[in-house]
Nanobody, 123 residues
Framework: QVRLVESGGGLVQPGDSLRLSCAAS????????MGWFRQAPGKEREFVGG????????SVANSVKGRFIISRDNNKNTVYLQMNSLKLEDTAVYYC????????????????WGQGTQVTVSS
């Protein structure tokens, strides 16, 4: 079993940066692919980015490409989402998740989910 706890959300202005963290526990954490998803009120949950267990494969959605960076530090059992140049439309609850697959952009492949952290971008 993998337990995931997100943190780092908050209220920021457009153009600001924010770093989300996902603290993980579980014996198989370093073997899990990890993903970040987000969901705004009244909208569907969308894939933000994913990373394999070694951190050698990283991918983010087109909507955040060039602005968001996903990374992980397995020694600290932590996955990060660095968010730069934040926009109003980035406002959402951000979730981290773990998949037994090496990497996946499909939410159906993710077995473990955190409870989310709120990111609000407002001027």
């Amino acid at each position: 079993q993998v337990r995931l706890v997100e943190s780092g959300g908050g209220l920021v202005q457009p153009g600001d940066s924010l770093r989300l963290s996902c603290a993980a526990s579980g014996a198989t954490f370093t073997r899990n692919g990890m993903g970040w998803f987000r969901q705004a009120p009244g909208k569907e949950r969308e894939f933000v980015g994913g990373i394999n267990w070694s951190g050698t494969i990283r991918s983010v959605a087109n909507s955040v490409k060039g602005r968001f960076i996903i990374s992980r530090d397995n020694n600290k059992n932590t996955v990060y989402l660095q968010m730069n140049s934040l926009k109003l439309e980035d406002t959402a609850v951000y979730y981290c998740a773990a998949t037994p697959l090496g990497w996946s952009g499909n939410p159906l492949d993710y077995k473990y989910w955190g409870q989310g952290t709120q990111v609000t971008v407002s001027s």
